[in-house]
């Protein structure tokens, strides 16, 4: 998306073929900030239900919790978790919390999702309502601001503050800290901030992604970015030598996505 952005500022896009786009949040940026001024197609590599399910929900949330646990060394079972966002990535980053033995609450504000995070055993509710519940809050919606200085102020004694997000922007992080008291590195991508009143929260990464984060990250599992880069490569084929497509952001066409199935599932020892 800052590459189309970029050529789209200089008026560039007239020589431009095609592109993809691989994340989230970099599909939103095309459709609601570019719009109809992207003069040329972009395959949005995040539509496709299989980078939905094998990468945004079980290798997002796999990887979460792997770096959960390296980066701060606490223990999972019988803590309290919030995720923010319900997402595919929310989705996989609250069950792999809960499969593990962590207690999760939801916060959503799509009122369809929040219905699935009932149904699928979790609370949910507003930020407000957890506060002086959660334990560890996980940002997973690719919007800004998700956590403010005003909820920081609110939280439980040594709450542990990261996120799972594309962009560093999920936590307000300038002004949490502005409300700080004191800050303190406490280990490699653990930074620990003095509050009002005496209490504190530790805050990861500095709010960047926390999978990609600490020493020896490992991000998302070889699996889930094989078949990403799959998806990747059979796209920019097709926009190079198949039929005309459509300006602007589409999903993946479905049968790059069903070739992509088999292969893997021939990879897993399964067949149809």
Aim: charged residues 20%; neutral net charge.
């Amino acid at each position: 998306a800052d590459l189309a952005a970029e050529a789209v500022r200089r008026g560039a896009a007239g020589t431009i073929i095609g592109a993809t786009e691989e994340t989230t949040s970099g599909g939103n940026r095309l459709r609601t900030e570019i719009g109809d001024r992207l003069t040329f197609p972009c395959i949005v590599i995040n539509d496709s239900p299989l980078k939905a399910i094998a990468e945004n929900m079980h290798a997002v949330g796999q990887s979460v919790v792997e770096s959960f646990m390296r980066i701060t060394n606490l223990m999972i079972p019988g803590r309290r978790f919030v995720v923010a966002g319900y997402g595919w990535c929310g989705r996989g980053i609250a069950q792999c919390f809960r499969a593990v033995g962590g207690k999760v609450a939801i916060v959503e504000i799509d009122e369809i999702k929040a219905l699935e995070a009932c149904l699928n055993g979790c609370r949910v509710g507003r930020m407000e309502d957890f506060l002086d519940w959660g334990e560890v809050f996980v940002t997973a919606t690719g919007a800004r601001h998700v956590i403010t200085a005003g909820h920081a102020r609110r939280m439980t004694d040594g709450a542990v503050l990261m996120n799972a997000g594309h962009f560093p922007w999920e936590i307000d992080v300038d002004g949490v800290r502005a409300t700080a008291t004191g800050t303190r590195a406490m280990a490699d991508a653990v930074e620990r901030l003095d509050m009002p009143g005496g209490r504190h929260i530790v805050l990861v990464a500095e709010g960047r992604m926390v999978n990609l984060a600490g020493h020896a990250p490992k991000g998302n599992s070889i699996a889930s970015m094989d078949l990403g880069f799959t998806l990747q490569a059979l796209s920019l084929q097709r926009l190079l030598h198949g039929r005309a497509l459509a300006a602007g952001a589409q999903p993946v066409p479905d049968d790059i996505n069903r070739r992509i199935c088999r292969m893997m599932m021939e990879a897993m020892g399964s067949a149809l």
